[in-house]
């Protein structure tokens, strides 16, 4: 179909990249703007599973995302005194491919960003909305450097506390701290870790490869009254919180030694149960569905949106019904993963039932193995 339009993308992130990616390899026009002028991302590992290999894929990039991550096929599961209570195979989507990789969050942000570059984007830095004026024909937009443009339709990927979704569904529902907190920080790779592994426990823990060397470690900490901690012995305080976990966790925290290379990070979560768009204004990602770490799926559900955000926005020639038509297409799949993710934060730290991260892990395993 001829449906081309031109598009604002705001937030520059792993899914308003994806998304600038999906729209213009069909055709569309893409202007990105990211309020960030240093453009920067955490510098730990992030996971991407099967689906997101399969994504990747159909985003025309698995090679360059390949080739900058690392690959494993297998969760390993342990109890809280390190013993090894289950191994679960991840499907493999795409033949001939891992079915899941860890890779350094600035290396995924260069090969999207450089392919969204290559493709025909714009990408501006340092620069906000200040108004969105929709007169249900196209969309003005007024930006923070005294900028303005129009465009045929706007989509937010500016985050879990999205100013765009702030400005056309204000009384949607916002994210809302947990109780739980995570630490993340990169670290030599064990030798023999040929999978991802987590460890059970009050205090979670997560080993991720991202490449022959390295691998990043994620911990999970109770923490009541969202408190704020001082980046000045943050290292010291995550050695600290893993005092309680098994033996060989123990072992690695004496590595943890840099301030300033712990990322620590409040956990909050939103699902916003009514509409994703208001007239042709859209939204994705953490914009809509904000999980919890726990099954590794936060950006995999962003990129995924994109994905369907494209294929609906040519396969109808007006602009609403293909935001609604996406939203339906997303929901379900994306409230699986928020609820789920949050059953196992809550079990941990003691406000739900315990879940079995193995059986959680299958299960999830299932459900992002079909069709989106």
Same mark, same amino acid.
């Given at each position: 179909?001829?449906?081309? =339009?031109?598009?604002?993308?705001?937030?520059?992130?792993?899914?308003?990249?994806?998304?600038?990616?999906?729209?213009?390899?069909?055709?569309?026009?893409?202007?990105?703007?990211?309020?960030?002028?240093?453009?920067?991302?955490?510098?730990?590992?992030?996971?991407?599973?099967?689906?997101?290999?399969?994504? /990747? +894929?159909?985003?025309?990039?698995?090679?360059?995302?390949?080739?900058?991550?690392?690959?494993?096929?297998?969760? $390993?599961?342990?109890?809280?005194?390190? %013993?090894?209570?289950?191994?679960?195979?991840?499907?493999?989507?795409?033949?001939?491919?891992? &079915?899941?990789?860890?890779?350094?969050?600035? &290396?995924?942000?260069?090969?999207?960003?450089?392919?969204?570059?290559?493709?025909?984007?714009?990408?501006?830095?340092?620069?906000?909305?200040? #108004?969105?004026?929709?007169?249900?024909?196209?969309?003005?937009?007024?930006?923070?450097? @005294?900028?303005? @443009? =129009?465009?045929?339709?706007?989509?937010?990927?500016?985050?879990?506390?999205?100013?765009?979704?702030? /400005?056309?569904?204000?009384?949607?529902?916002?994210?809302?701290?947990?109780?739980?907190?995570?630490? =993340?920080?990169?670290? *030599?790779?064990?030798?023999?870790?040929?999978?991802?592994?987590?460890?059970?426990?009050?205090?979670?823990?997560?080993?991720?490869?991202?490449?022959?060397?390295?691998?990043?470690?994620?911990?999970?900490?109770? $923490?009541? @009254?969202?408190?704020?901690?001082?980046?000045?012995?943050?290292?010291?305080? /995550?050695?600290?919180? /893993? &005092?309680?976990?098994?033996?060989?966790?123990?072992?690695?925290?004496?590595?943890?030694?840099?301030?300033?290379?712990?990322?620590?990070?409040?956990?909050?979560?939103?699902?916003?149960?009514?509409?994703?768009?208001?007239?042709?204004?859209?939204?994705?990602?953490? &914009?809509?569905?904000?999980?919890?770490?726990?099954?590794?799926?936060?950006?995999?559900?962003?990129?995924?949106?994109?994905?369907?955000?494209?294929?609906?926005?040519?396969?109808?020639?007006?602009?609403? *019904?293909?935001?609604?038509?996406?939203?339906?297409?997303?929901? +379900?799949?994306?409230?699986?993963?928020?609820? #789920?993710?949050?059953?196992?934060?809550?079990?941990?730290?003691?406000?739900?039932?315990?879940?079995?991260?193995?059986?959680? %892990?299958?299960?999830?395993?299932?459900?992002? #193995?079909?069709?989106?």
């Amino acid at each position: 179909m001829s449906n081309k =339009r031109s598009v604002l993308i705001i937030g520059a992130g792993i899914g308003g990249l994806a998304a600038a990616i999906a729209l213009r390899r069909r055709g569309h026009a893409v202007a990105l703007i990211e309020r960030d002028p240093d453009w920067s991302v955490y510098g730990v590992g992030i996971i991407q599973q099967a689906n997101v290999i399969r994504a /990747m +894929e159909h985003l025309g990039v698995l090679d360059a995302f390949l080739d900058a991550a690392c690959g494993f096929d297998a969760v $390993e599961i342990f109890a809280p005194d390190g %013993t090894k209570v289950a191994r679960v195979p991840s499907p493999k989507l795409v033949e001939g491919k891992p &079915a899941n990789v860890g890779i350094a969050r600035p &290396a995924l942000q260069n090969v999207l960003g450089d392919t969204a570059r290559a493709l025909g984007a714009t990408i501006r830095l340092g620069v906000t909305v200040t #108004s969105l004026d929709d007169d249900g024909a196209g969309v003005t937009a007024v930006f923070s450097d @005294g900028a303005s @443009g =129009r465009f045929d339709l706007v989509i937010g990927a500016d985050g879990a506390f999205s100013q765009t979704r702030s /400005m056309i569904l204000p009384l949607a529902e916002s994210p809302q701290f947990t109780g739980q907190s995570v630490w =993340r920080y990169n670290l *030599p790779r064990t030798p023999g870790l040929d999978a991802m592994q987590v460890y059970n426990g009050p205090t979670g823990v997560g080993l991720v490869p991202i490449s022959n060397e390295a691998m990043y470690i994620f911990v999970t900490t109770s $923490e009541p @009254g969202n408190p704020r901690y001082p980046v000045e012995g943050l290292a010291g305080t /995550m050695r600290a919180k /893993m &005092a309680g976990c098994s033996p060989a966790i123990q072992a690695m925290a004496g590595a943890i030694t840099e301030d300033a290379e712990v990322v620590y990070r409040p956990l909050e979560a939103t699902l916003v149960s009514g509409p994703w768009h208001k007239g042709r204004i859209g939204l994705l990602g953490d &914009a809509v569905h904000a999980t919890t770490p726990h099954l590794g799926q936060g950006a995999g559900m962003a990129i995924e949106d994109a994905i369907v955000l494209a294929e609906e926005l040519d396969r109808r020639a007006d602009v609403e *019904p293909a935001l609604q038509a996406y939203r339906d297409r997303r929901f +379900e799949r994306c409230r699986y993963i928020v609820e #789920s993710s949050l059953a196992i934060c809550y079990g941990q730290i003691g406000k739900g039932l315990p879940v079995d991260n193995g059986r959680a %892990t299958a299960e999830m395993f299932a459900m992002i #193995s079909q069709p989106i």
